[in-house]
C-alpha cells in the first residue's frame, strides 16, 4: 500500500447562487480593486489515504466527494491525487 | 391513545425541548430520540428540531443524515410515518435524499433571525391539515442557511404536484419560488425553515404555529394514507 495526498475543491454549481462570493465581489471595490469579477468561494479539503495505487485512491476520493464532501444537488468538485513519498 | 411525537436529539441540537413543550401543551407526548439510537421506539410522527447538528461542520445536515436514527427515520418514513423537519431538521432531511432541493446561505448573507408571514399552500400534508389554503400564519424563522435551492425539473415537479407547502410572503432569504417549506411525494415527510414551536402562545408574538402541530398530532392517529386520495 502507498499513502496518497488529495486535495479536494468543492466549488458552486454552475448556475447555483454564491452569496459569499458576490458579496466579496461587491466588497473589492471599495478598497480600490475595481477590475474584479466572477468571484466565488468554496471549500479546500485535503486528506491522506491508504491504496494501492492513484487509480483506487481517486476512485474513493470522488466516491467520498459523491457521498459526504460534497452535496451534488448545489456542489461541483475537483479532485487532484498525488503520492506521498515513505520518509 | 395521546400522540406520542419522537423528537431527535443530534449533539448540537438546541429546539428540542421547545418542540416537546409544544407538542405537550397540545396533549400529545414527546419523547427524546438520541440520534446513536438506530430506532424510532415505536412512535407515531417524528421531528428533527432545528439546531445545529454535529455543528454544522463540512455543511448543515451533511454529518447528521449519517447518524444511526437517520436510517430508523428514513424506515418509518417510508412506511408512510409523518417526519417533520424544522430549519436545521429541514436541510438534515434534504441531505438524506427524504426531500429534494437543498439549503444554502441566505442571499443577503445575513443571519436572519424574525417572524416572517407564510402562505399556506396546500393543506394534503401532514403539517396542514388543520389549517386552511391560502391562510396566512405570521412565524418566527432564524437561519443562515435557508436559502432554498433546486433545479428547474425538481421545482416543475414540485409545482405541478402541489408540494410547495408553505410560501414566504415576502422572500427574506433568496429561496426558489419563495419555498419555505415542502413536502415529498407521499405528502408525510415535511421540511419548513419557519418555527412553528416558537409561535406556540400569544406570550411568544404568536400562536399561528399551533395549526400546524395539530395537524401532526391529528396525523398521528389518521395515518398518511389518508393524504392521497
Known amino acids: 500500500m502507498a499513502r496518497?495526498?488529495?486535495?479536494?475543491?468543492?466549488?458552486?454549481?454552475?448556475?447555483?447562487?454564491?452569496?459569499?462570493?458576490?458579496?466579496v465581489e461587491r466588497a473589492l471595490p471599495a478598497l480600490g480593486y475595481s477590475n474584479v469579477s466572477?468571484?466565488?468561494?468554496?471549500?479546500?479539503?485535503?486528506?491522506?489515504?491508504e491504496a494501492p495505487d492513484a487509480e483506487h485512491a481517486q476512485r474513493q476520493v470522488l466516491d467520498m466527494c459523491g457521498r459526504i464532501l460534497a452535496n451534488p444537488v448545489i456542489e461541483a468538485y475537483t479532485v487532484l491525487v498525488t503520492e506521498l513519498m515513505s520518509a | 391513545m395521546t400522540a406520542r411525537v419522537g423528537v431527535v436529539q443530534f449533539p448540537g441540537t438546541n429546539c428540542e425541548l421547545d418542540v416537546c413543550f409544544a407538542v405537550e401543551q397540545l396533549g400529545g407526548t414527546a419523547e427524546i430520540l438520541w440520534h446513536g439510537d438506530p430506532s424510532t421506539s415505536g412512535v407515531d410522527a417524528v421531528v428533527i428540531p432545528g439546531?445545529?447538528?454535529?455543528?454544522?461542520?463540512?455543511?448543515?445536515?451533511?454529518?447528521?443524515?449519517?447518524?444511526?436514527?437517520?436510517?430508523?427515520?428514513a424506515e418509518f418514513a417510508a412506511a408512510g410515518g409523518p417526519v417533520v423537519g424544522i430549519c436545521n431538521g429541514f436541510q438534515v432531511l434534504c441531505e438524506a435524499g427524504l426531500l429534494p432541493g437543498a439549503l444554502q446561505r441566505n442571499a443577503g448573507m445575513k443571519f436572519l433571525c424574525t417572524t416572517v408571514g407564510l402562505r399556506v399552500e396546500t393543506t394534503t400534508t401532514v403539517l396542514t391539515t388543520a389549517t386552511e389554503r391560502g391562510q396566512i400564519l405570521q412565524i418566527p424563522i432564524n437561519h443562515f442557511e435557508g436559502n432554498f435551492v433546486c433545479d428547474d425539473a425538481t421545482l416543475a415537479t414540485l409545482r405541478a404536484e402541489e408540494r410547495v407547502v408553505v410560501r414566504y410572503l415576502q422572500n427574506p432569504n433568496g429561496s426558489?419560488?419563495?419555498?419555505?417549506?415542502?413536502?415529498?411525494e407521499g405528502r408525510n415527510v415535511v421540511g419548513l425553515m419557519p418555527h412553528p414551536e416558537r409561535a406556540s402562545d400569544l406570550l411568544l408574538g404568536s400562536d399561528d404555529g399551533n395549526a400546524l402541530l395539530r395537524s401532526l398530532l391529528a396525523a398521528c392517529s389518521a395515518g398518511a394514507a389518508s393524504l392521497l386520495s
Open chain 2, 51 to 73: 439546531g445545529f447538528a454535529h455543528g454544522d461542520y463540512l455543511r448543515t445536515g451533511a454529518i447528521a443524515r449519517f447518524s444511526p436514527v437517520m436510517s430508523a427515520v
Open chain 2, 176 to 184: 426558489r419560488d419563495d419555498i419555505a417549506g415542502i413536502c415529498n
Open chain 1, 4 to 23: 496518497f495526498e488529495a486535495r479536494i475543491e468543492v466549488t458552486h454549481l454552475a448556475g447555483v447562487a454564491d452569496p459569499a462570493g458576490a458579496t
Open chain 1, 38 to 49: 466572477e468571484v466565488k468561494i468554496g471549500k479546500s479539503i485535503r486528506l491522506v489515504l
